[in-house]
């Protein structure tokens, strides 16, 4: 096997694996986000908050704080994955002599920042953390809200 050809397969395992991550992570975010929902309809059947609610906004809590770390955590995994997979994109490229991998590459990113110049700087990790914060949040406004006792 040539040093190409490793490099290559190389890079695209750990580019499916960081796929594999991303993927958990969404799975992940979409079964917290329908039982939050689900946690919600429960506590608003009755038209009112009262103390018996404070479990379920307790479960609210846990299950954002537990989404929060796992997201990080799937990022962390993600950008483990994509920083080796480069690596091994580096080395083709210099296992190829005259390929223009590395230039291709910058020349779409070029693009793609001058067409989303605002969002190109936001991070797609936080916005996935932040999903989950709000669970939370709202199981902690629901605590409050049960000790006021809403009718």
């Known amino acids: 096997m040539e040093k190409a050809d490793l490099y290559l397969k190389l890079f695209q395992e750990y ?8 993927q958990q992570r969404a799975t992940v975010t979409g079964f917290f986000s329908a039982l939050a929902a689900g946690v919600l309809t429960l506590v608003g059947m009755d038209k009112s908050l009262s103390v018996t609610d404070i479990p379920a906004a307790l479960f609210l809590v846990a299950i954002g ?6 997201s990080a955590k799937q990022y ?45 700087v936001m991070r797609l990790g936080v916005f996935w953390v932040a999903l989950h914060a709000l669970i939370a949040a709202f199981g902690v406004l629901l605590v409050v809200l049960c000790f006021v006792g809403i009718r």
Do not use: T, W
Request: charged letters at 35%; glycine letters at 4%; a positive charge.
């Open 15 to 22: 580019a499916s694996e960081a796929r594999h991550h991303e």
């Open 65 to 70: 704080v537990f989404g929060c770390v796992f």
């Open 76 to 120: 962390e995994r993600f950008f483990v994955c994509m920083e080796r997979a480069r690596q091994y994109r580096l080395a083709l490229q210099e296992a190829v002599p005259g390929s223009n991998i590395l230039e291709l590459k910058r020349d779409a990113d070029i693009k793609a920042r001058e067409r989303f110049p605002r969002l190109h």
